[in-house]
């Protein structure tokens, strides 16, 4: 969730929060799931502590619109922000709870809570082997080494102002400094010290981060917002393209209007949400490709085996959003179902 997003969702939840329906209406008994399905991450509005986990099974095809809280019997917490699968566990970023949940797959039972520390924000994670992951901390300006297996915080590691995405390529991780949406950088941390070896300037509000197939580093910058105080300070959204193995910044793509994400194919195709509609690059030879979808839509997923992609609406942040599934080859609808308050993350489980 980039900070245009953030601020949007904060807003609606500031004046339309007493119109939020109480998370404990939506359990209905929930089965068994099957090996293959997809979590929706449902954000909740800020302040309010209701963040809901939605599964879609992909063998019976049904939808459970909140299995944490029909498994567990307790609320996810305040702003589902990302999920991490490995392991036959899933790993829940609460952002605004300052927490990680951690659910068993097979059951989807809550079996231990990460607890990050008061005002580190959470908010994106990336693996680092079985045992160990780097977690971005939006207000600590840090990232933060955690012992998935102990719950532990084992060290902080300093970077830029708020960051945001985090991703792993050639021994390095790299993380977008979102500045709040004023940042220009990116902190690329050594893996065999844990510390910032080197800071690239990408571009305007660098947010997430994705590695591709041919295994380039790509950062979403979302641009810079127009505002009434400077009517000219609008930038569009972009692509920065890095190698890792020089960390040298090999391409700059402009997409127009304003991107949060991107999404890569197991081809190399990659599809970037936009104010625009939904752009397609070729990651290949960093160029844009054309339109998969016009509308604008609040985040995106790629299910490996089908190629299927995932498209969720969160309509006006105060009403349940929907989730649109598609065929990458043709653009065709295949289906759609409404999920919980501000779909914001896909996982798609793969046992």
């Given at each position: 969730?980039?900070?245009g997003?953030?601020?949007?969702?904060?807003?609606?939840?500031?004046?339309?929060?007493?119109?939020?329906?109480?998370p404990?209406?939506?359990?209905?008994?929930?089965?068994?799931?099957?090996?293959?399905?997809?979590y929706?991450?449902?954000?909740?509005?800020?302040?309010?502590?209701?963040?809901?986990?939605?599964?879609?099974?992909?063998?019976?095809?049904?939808?459970?619109?909140?299995?944490?809280?029909?498994?567990?019997?307790?609320?996810?917490?305040?702003?589902?922000?990302?999920?991490?699968?490995?392991?036959?566990?899933?790993?829940?970023?609460?952002?605004?709870?300052?927490?990680?949940?951690?659910?068993?797959?097979?059951?989807?039972?809550?079996?231990?809570?990460?607890?990050?520390?008061?005002?580190?924000?959470?908010?994106?994670?990336?693996?680092?082997?079985?045992?160990?992951?780097?977690?971005?901390?939006?207000?600590?300006?840090?990232?933060?080494?955690?012992?998935?297996?102990?719950?532990?915080?084992?060290?902080?590691?300093?970077?830029?102002a708020?960051?945001?995405?985090?991703?792993?390529?050639?021994?390095?991780?790299?993380?977008?400094?979102?500045?709040?949406?004023?940042?220009?950088?990116?902190?690329?941390?050594?893996?065999?010290?844990?510390?910032?070896?080197?800071?690239?300037?990408?571009?305007?509000?660098p947010?997430?981060?994705?590695?591709?197939?041919?295994?380039?580093v790509?950062?979403?910058?979302?641009?810079?917002?127009?505002?009434?105080?400077?009517?000219?300070?609008?930038?569009p959204?972009?692509?920065?393209?890095?190698?890792?193995?020089?960390?040298?910044?090999?391409?700059?793509?402009?997409?127009?209007?304003?991107?949060?994400?991107?999404?890569?194919?197991?081809e190399?195709?990659?599809?970037?949400?936009?104010?625009?509609?939904?752009?397609?690059?070729?990651?290949?030879?960093?160029?844009?490709?054309?339109?998969?979808?016009?509308?604008?839509?609040?985040?995106?997923?790629?299910?490996?085996?089908?190629?299927?992609?995932?498209?969720?609406?969160?309509?006006?942040?105060?009403?349940?959003?929907?989730?649109?599934?598609?065929?990458?080859?043709?653009?065709?609808?295949?289906?759609?179902?409404?999920?919980?308050?501000?779909?914001?993350?896909?996982?798609?489980?793969?046992?």
């Amino acid at each position: 969730m980039s900070m245009g997003r953030f601020t949007i969702v904060g807003l609606c939840c500031a004046l339309l929060g007493g119109c939020v329906q109480d998370p404990s209406s939506l359990a209905p008994n929930v089965s068994t799931p099957s090996a293959k399905g997809v979590y929706i991450l449902n954000e909740g509005n800020f302040g309010r502590g209701n963040s809901t986990l939605s599964y879609y099974d992909l063998e019976s095809f049904k939808v459970e619109k909140d299995v944490f809280f029909s498994v567990n019997n307790k609320a996810l917490g305040d702003v589902g922000n990302s999920m991490l699968l490995h392991g036959g566990f899933g790993y829940i970023v609460v952002n605004n709870s300052h927490k990680i949940e951690i659910i068993e797959l097979a059951t989807h039972r809550n079996v231990g809570t990460i607890n990050v520390g008061a005002g580190k924000s959470p908010r994106q994670m990336a693996l680092l082997n079985d045992t160990t992951a780097l977690v971005t901390a939006l207000y600590d300006a840090s990232v933060l080494k955690v012992d998935l297996k102990n719950r532990t915080v084992l060290q902080r590691i300093p970077v830029g102002a708020n960051p945001e995405g985090i991703a792993i390529a050639a021994g390095k991780a790299f993380v977008a400094n979102s500045g709040l949406g004023r940042g220009q950088t990116v902190s690329i941390i050594n893996l065999a010290s844990f510390s910032v070896a080197r800071t690239l300037v990408v571009g305007d509000n660098p947010v997430g981060v994705q590695v591709t197939p041919s295994g380039f580093v790509y950062i979403v910058c979302v641009g810079f917002y127009n505002d009434p105080g400077n009517p000219n300070d609008d930038t569009p959204a972009r692509i920065a393209v890095i190698n890792p193995t020089n960390d040298a910044l090999v391409d700059s793509v402009v997409l127009g209007g304003h991107g949060y994400e991107i999404a890569v194919s197991a081809e190399g195709k990659g599809y970037v949400p936009t104010t625009l509609g939904v752009v397609t690059i070729d990651t290949r030879i960093h160029r844009v490709t054309g339109i998969f979808k016009q509308g604008e839509f609040y985040s995106i997923g790629i299910e490996e085996a089908s190629g299927d992609i995932y498209l969720a609406d969160a309509k006006n942040y105060i009403q349940p959003g929907t989730v649109f599934v598609y065929a990458s080859a043709t653009g065709g609808l295949r289906t759609q179902f409404d999920v919980g308050l501000i779909p914001g993350t896909f996982a798609f489980k793969r046992q």
